[in-house]
């Protein structure tokens, strides 16, 4: 029996060790060592993902607990993308590290419900499930590996008080990366709003899932003219990047507690 996911959590882990390891000894075959292991991991991680699209029929995300997995293959993915190399491995590290983590969260949020079950039906829509709802949560997933390396950056400025070489170029890929964050959540949230028109007659209704996602938008463009306009230099804006998983974490999970709203089948 193939069980992709524990795997996947396996290379994971191997990978975020083999960093650590390399960071202290700064020995070039951990890092090689690093990377096969996450390509192993995003390998296993895609087929269990695939395997769930082929037997359902539909995209990859359509319940809490599909979108925990497709955020960690987002994370993962895009951590190696932007992987920069020998020297400071940080959004390889990131990206690893929270892929992890959220897979070890994905069964809690299941529990033992089956994972294959029918949708409801305001979600039995392939259409929306591609669009709006892949746009968001690889949204999510940016969001977390930002503030994954934002941590980073604010690690190296108590470490290090003078801003180095290494702390510089963390912070412009973080930057480079809460600009994606912030066009994949506007357009997933404008998305979504589409979707609603259709589905319930309005395109916003102050729904705790719409304001949830609005929170994560309005939180970026806060930032972002902040910097833009000279009032939030390099380590503020970056504390306020290291927050954005507690914004996240609001939109994502924590609207659902209540369990309201035209959204709350996500409860």
């Not at 070039?28 to 993902?49: D, E, K, P, Q």
């Not at 029929?57 to 607990?65: K, Q, S």
């Not at 690889?138 to 941590?151: E, M, N, T």
């Amino acid at each position: 029996l193939i069980q992709p996911y524990m795997m996947a959590r396996i290379f994971y882990g191997l990978s975020v060790l083999s960093l650590l390891v390399f960071w202290i000894r700064g020995e070039a075959i951990w890092a090689g060592f690093a990377r096969g292991s996450t390509l192993a991991a995003i390998g296993f991680h895609v087929f269990g993902i695939a395997a769930r699209v082929f037997i359902l029929a539909r995209p990859p995300v359509g319940t809490l607990y599909e979108s925990v997995l497709f955020v960690a293959l987002i994370c993962a993915i895009l951590g190696l993308m932007l992987c920069s190399g020998k020297r400071a491995p940080y959004a390889h590290l990131g990206g690893a590290a929270s892929a992890l983590g959220l897979l070890f969260l994905a069964p809690f949020i299941q529990g033992e419900k089956d994972s294959l079950g029918v949708l409801v039906a305001v979600l039995n829509t392939n259409f929306w499930l591609a669009t709006h709802v892949l746009i968001i949560t690889a949204g999510y997933g940016v969001c977390v590996l930002a503030a994954a390396l934002a941590h980073f950056y604010l690690g190296l400025r108590i470490t290090r008080p003078k801003q180095d070489k290494t702390a510089l170029a963390l912070f412009n890929v973080t930057y480079k990366i809460s600009v994606l964050a912030l066009l994949l959540t506007a357009v997933g949230t404008v998305l979504g709003g589409i979707w609603a028109d259709q589905s319930w007659g309005r395109f916003w209704g102050w729904d705790p899932k719409e304001n949830g996602a609005l929170l994560i938008v309005l939180w970026l463009i806060w930032l972002q003219h902040g910097r833009l306009g000279g009032n939030l230099r390099d380590l503020p804006f970056m504390a306020g990047i290291a927050y954005l998983n507690v914004i996240v974490a609001l939109a994502w999970f924590g609207v659902n507690l209540l369990n309201v709203g035209l959204h709350s089948y996500g409860f």
